[in-house]
């Protein structure tokens, strides 16, 4: 054993059941978002075992990883990413990174990437679900606003959470709610995780700090805090 390999997600026993709202806390944002993209898929265990919706996908090829992403989960990553994070995950083909040079409308659209859907049908679900959030009252604006990076703070709430929503997926990943804490808006956050919650959705939101978890306390049916540490350096016997 190398006295410098680090070990992440050790002896982690993990069951997330279809609705839960689960909080994942710890230390250090390695542990956080290692586990993350490994129920994400875009990480894979060195060992152990992991089951999604009774399928083993530990050694899932890239292609149905893809598959179940596209179709069943949705990953909500806030602040942006940079290049080096881009390529190690390869976003490329998840979509994950779109331009946020674009128009709040054409951000939400680059969710669905190539599709048989009509340009009606998507705009109508884009307005259904910014509509059900109940936060924004002009919504046609709204959705000509641009680029996402000069938005409100409750407009990027906004805009992020419809992204990964207008899809309707079952689960929704949230790499970081740290943008999101203005006590202005924290309420609007409980709001949209709480209209999740009715409808039944998984949320696995990493909590970033004290006041998040505060904030989110009365909605999380569980929180996780994996371990992560250095093995000791072995003695050495004369």
Same mark, same amino acid.
């Given at each position: 054993?190398? #006295? ?7 002896? =982690? ?9 689960? %909080? ?14 490994? !129920?994400?898929?875009?990480?894979? =265990? ?5 089951i ?24 909500? #990553? ?6 080096s ?6 976003? +490329? ?9 674009? +128009? ?22 884009i307005?259904?679900t ?20 000069? !938005? ?14 207008v899809? #309707?997926? *079952? ?5 970081? =709610?740290?943008?999101?804490? *203005? ?7 409980? #709001?949209?995780?709480? =209209?999740?919650?009715?409808? %039944? ?38």
């Amino acid at each position: 054993m190398n #006295k410098d390999e680090l070990y992440v997600l050790d002896e =982690l026993d993990l069951t997330i059941k279809m609705g839960e709202i689960v %909080g994942i806390k710890g230390s250090s944002a390695r542990e956080r978002s290692t586990l993350l993209y490994i !129920l994400a898929g875009f990480k894979l =265990l060195d060992s152990g075992t992991m089951i999604f919706d009774g399928e083993d996908i530990t050694r899932a090829s890239f292609d149905r990883i893809r598959h179940i992403y596209h179709q069943k989960m949705a990953l909500i #990553k806030v602040p942006f990413i940079d290049d080096s994070f881009k390529h190690r995950l390869k976003d +490329s083909q998840f979509k994950l990174i779109p331009n946020y040079r674009l +128009s709040v409308e054409k951000f939400i659209v680059s969710t669905f990437g190539k599709t048989a859907f009509t340009k009606k049908y998507i705009k109508s679900l884009i307005h259904e679900t910014i509509e059900e959030m109940g936060l924004i009252d002009d919504i046609s604006q709204f959705l000509s606003k641009k680029p996402i990076t000069a !938005l409100l703070p409750r407009e990027q709430l906004v805009a992020f959470f419809a992204h990964a929503m207008v899809s #309707k997926p *079952y689960i929704i990943l949230i790499d970081s =709610l740290k943008s999101f804490y *203005y006590p202005k808006i924290i309420n609007d956050l409980k #709001k949209i995780i709480g =209209l999740y919650k009715e409808k %039944g959705i998984t949320v696995i939101c990493v909590i970033d700090n004290d006041f998040i978890e505060e904030a989110l306390k009365d909605l999380l049916d569980q929180e996780i805090n994996p371990s992560i540490f250095k093995p000791e350096t072995p003695e050495i016997i004369n």
